[in-house]
């Protein structure tokens, strides 16, 4: 079975299960979505995986890459509890593009609602994790990086990130889930 191509980045610093990265420059596709955020999350991906499995200006397929991303779409304080989200809530699922497209060799998708976003090199804080990808699996995990981030002071940009790296029929001890932050150059 071949690898399924991931973001590329660098560990810069490691302490204990957070890590420092730096990720490079890539392409994402990504589209918001209205709802809970495992609701969210299914539509997001169906609008994603429609686009690379053919709807697209040159009827192509595109490579599946990891992870998936997630994230709330408003900016919400960081005190805020990232588990109570309205069923209402925006989120912007993402999908990585391979690294071998630009701008202008990637097909551009046919539905409008999904967006191709250039995104720059950039330093972020994760901390990655296994079992299944539940709510409350990443909001234990993100509560630790917020404490992890107020204990020591570091400034992020936005809300978290939740990264899902496997197929929904991978045995929960081998997923690999992740939160980010993007950390303030």
Same mark, same amino acid.
């Given at each position: 079975?071949?690898? &399924?191509?991931?973001?590329?980045?660098?560990?810069?610093?490691?302490?204990?299960?957070?890590?420092?990265?730096?990720?490079?420059?890539?392409?994402?596709?990504?589209?918001?979505?209205?709802?809970?955020?495992?609701?969210? =999350? *299914?539509?997001? +991906?169906?609008? =994603?995986?429609?686009?690379? +499995?053919?709807?697209? &200006?040159?009827?192509? *397929?595109?490579?599946?890459?990891?992870?998936?991303?997630?994230?709330?779409?408003?900016?919400?304080?960081?005190?805020?509890?990232?588990?109570?989200?309205?069923?209402?809530?925006?989120?912007?699922?993402? %999908?990585?593009?391979?690294?071998?497209? &630009?701008?202008? &060799?990637?097909?551009?998708?046919?539905?409008?609602?999904?967006?191709?976003?250039?995104?720059?090199?950039?330093?972020?804080?994760?901390?990655? %994790?296994?079992?299944?990808?539940?709510?409350?699996? %990443?909001?234990?995990?993100?509560?630790?990086?917020?404490?992890?981030?107020?204990?020591?002071?570091?400034?992020?940009?936005?809300?978290?990130?939740?990264?899902?790296?496997?197929?929904?029929?991978?045995?929960?001890?081998?997923?690999?889930?992740?939160?980010?932050?993007?950390?303030?150059?």
């Amino acid at each position: 079975m071949a690898k &399924t191509e991931e973001a590329h980045y660098s560990v810069l610093s490691k302490d204990g299960d957070i890590e420092t990265r730096l990720y490079a420059g890539d392409l994402l596709a990504q589209v918001e979505v209205v709802g809970e955020r495992k609701e969210a =999350l *299914n539509k997001g +991906f169906r609008l =994603l995986a429609d686009y690379i +499995f053919g709807n697209n &200006t040159v009827r192509k *397929n595109i490579e599946m890459t990891a992870p998936v991303m997630q994230e709330i779409s408003q900016k919400i304080p960081m005190t805020a509890p990232v588990m109570q989200e309205s069923s209402g809530s925006k989120w912007i699922v993402s %999908f990585v593009m391979p690294a071998h497209f &630009t701008l202008q &060799t990637l097909p551009q998708p046919n539905n409008t609602k999904i967006q191709i976003v250039q995104r720059k090199p950039q330093k972020y804080l994760a901390i990655r %994790f296994s079992g299944f990808s539940s709510g409350s699996n %990443f909001e234990q995990h993100t509560e630790i990086l917020e404490t992890y981030i107020k204990k020591n002071n570091i400034r992020v940009l936005g809300n978290p990130i939740w990264a899902q790296y496997n197929p929904p029929w991978t045995l929960p001890f081998w997923r690999r889930n992740e939160v980010l932050f993007k950390l303030e150059n």
